[in-house]
Structure formats: C-alpha cells, structure tokens
C-alpha cells in the first residue's frame, strides 16, 4: 500500500511504494501553478528524500489534468501591485526561492523521472527539463511560455533545455513559446519516453525501480560528477571520478558485491566437470 508521509491538503504530497517516492505537485484548482507556499514545501520534502535511503528513486507528477501550468498569476498579480522601489527585490528573493527549489530537485542524489500526465507549461516545463528523465503522456504537453508574459526562462530552462535539444533547437522553442506535443517532443530529445494516460504511472514508478537498482553511493556519486560534465575538463572529471571510485571503495554495497561474486567463482571453481 501507498504510504502518506504528507497531508492530502499539502501543496506537494508524498508518498512511497517499494522504495519508490512519488512526489505529487497537488494544486489542481490552478494547474499546481506553483507559489511560494509549494516551493517552501517541494524544498521540505526533497530534504527528506535525500534523508532516507529507504527511497531509492523518486517520480514527479502532477496532480489533476495538468503537471504544472507555471508561476502563480495571483502571485504576479500582487508583484505588479508592489511599490516601484520594492518590485525588484521582491522579484530577487522570489527567484532565490525558486532556484533553491530546482536545484534542490536537478541535485538529488537519486533517480529522478518526472511524469507530465498534462500541460508543462513555463516554470512548470523547467520542474520536468531538471528532472533526470521525463515521461509523458499522450495527454500532455509542453511550451517554455515565458516569452508570453514578457519574461526569460527563471526556473532553469535556459540551462536544461540546450543541453537537451540543442541550442539552436531551445532558442526557438524559447522565443516562440509554443507547444509541443509529446511525439514531437521524444523526436527532438526534450522527453524520452511517451505512454498512454492510464499507464503513465505505473511505466513511471517500473522505470525507477530499473534505474535504482544498484549502490546508493555510486549512484549519487555518478550522478553528481555527470551533471557538470559539460561544464569540466576530462582531466576534472578524470579527478572527481577517481575521489567518487575511492568512496565507493569503502562502502557495504561494493564489499557485499565482492564478497559475493568470490565465493560465487569459488563455488564453480570447486564443481567437478
């Protein structure tokens, strides 16, 4: 059974199966737009994620018909109504919050696949390009939509998108805001896999399973030194692998492995033919 680690109520619920987190973006009423109120509480629970390792790969969906329509307009609203001496720094700390929770979600030392079940549209296309894999739907889409509302990119899709499409690719997906429908969205590398609405879920949580079979630490450590590849030299990667492997060395997970695979070869050595 399904295990609540939060309440129904919650602007972002949790709960764990067979060692698998399903974190559900629980706004339905605004498309989980997302506020200020679910960035604190997405920052809580992926504290507590990374806290336990009883959760070995986590899937990110949304809750409703949409995955996430973006920022709150409610809280744009009250930005423009801001005294003019205050509308920047009051946009500075509301996009600190912001970056703390995508990167929060992008570093997680764990398996992350977001599920788009809808729309994942602006700031809410950024949450699923920061996710290590996306699956989707046949009911979703997608569209950086910021240009729409006069705006850039905030929630790292200037960053996450490039690196999946292309630049030339993510500058007009970008400047044009348009949608992309999922088969169009796998052909260019923005996604990776498409399914059908009733099996989005279950696909979603078998492909965590796959992805976290193995050691804990190497996987954390893998994923850690992977996601700055682009930005290192070989001869970094090179010196951060080598500190990674002598981690690895020193764990349970990699002298169990060991352990076992002798005794496997000294059992076979010992048959007679």
Same mark, same amino acid.
């Given at each position: 059974m399904l295990q609540d680690i939060a309440q129904d109520e919650a602007a972002i619920r949790l709960e764990v199966e067979d060692g698998i987190a399903t974190l559900l973006l629980n706004r339905p009423a605004v498309r989980n737009a997302?506020?200020?109120?679910?960035?604190?509480? &997405? +920052?809580?629970?992926?504290?507590? #994620?990374?806290?336990?390792?009883a959760i070995r790969a986590v899937v990110v969906t949304g809750a409703g018909k949409a995955f996430c329509a973006g920022g709150d307009v409610r809280g744009m609203k009250q930005?423009?109504?801001?005294?003019?001496?205050?509308?920047?720094?009051?946009?500075?700390?509301?996009q600190q919050r912001t970056h703390h929770a995508?990167?929060?979600?992008?570093?997680?030392?764990?398996?992350?696949?977001?599920?788009v079940n809808g729309a994942a549209a602006g700031l809410g296309c950024d949450v699923a390009l920061c996710c290590d894999f996306i699956i989707a739907s046949d009911q979703a889409s997608f569209a950086m939509t910021y240009i729409q509302r006069g705006l850039i990119p905030d929630g790292g899709g200037m960053y996450f998108l490039p690196r999946r499409v292309? &630049? +030339?690719?993510?500058?007009?997906? #970008?400047f044009s805001g348009r949608r992309v429908a999922p088969e169009e969205a796998r052909s260019i590398g923005m996604i990776d896999r498409v399914t059908t609405a009733d099996s989005l879920l279950a696909d979603a949580r078998a492909w965590a399973r796959e992805l976290s079979q193995g050691s804990l630490a190497a996987l954390a450590l893998s994923k850690s030194i992977l996601d700055q590849?682009?930005?290192?030299?070989?001869?970094?990667?090179?010196?951060?692998?080598?500190?990674?492997?002598?981690?690895?060395?020193?764990?349970?997970?990699?002298?169990?492995?060991?352990?076992?695979?002798?005794?496997?070869?000294?059992?076979?050595?010992g048959r007679p033919s």
């Open positions: 997302i506020d200020d109120a679910m960035r604190a509480d &997405l +920052v809580a629970v992926l504290d507590r #994620i990374s806290r336990e390792d930005r423009l109504e801001a005294p003019l001496t205050q509308v920047a720094i009051n946009g500075w700390r509301r995508i990167a929060a979600l992008h570093a997680l030392g764990k398996p992350v696949i977001a599920a292309g &630049l +030339v690719r993510a500058k007009e997906l #970008i590849t682009y930005e290192l030299t070989v001869e970094q990667v090179f010196d951060m692998g080598s500190q990674a492997q002598a981690i690895c060395y020193s764990t349970q997970e990699h002298r169990d492995s060991i352990t076992a695979f002798l005794a496997k070869s000294a059992a076979k050595a």
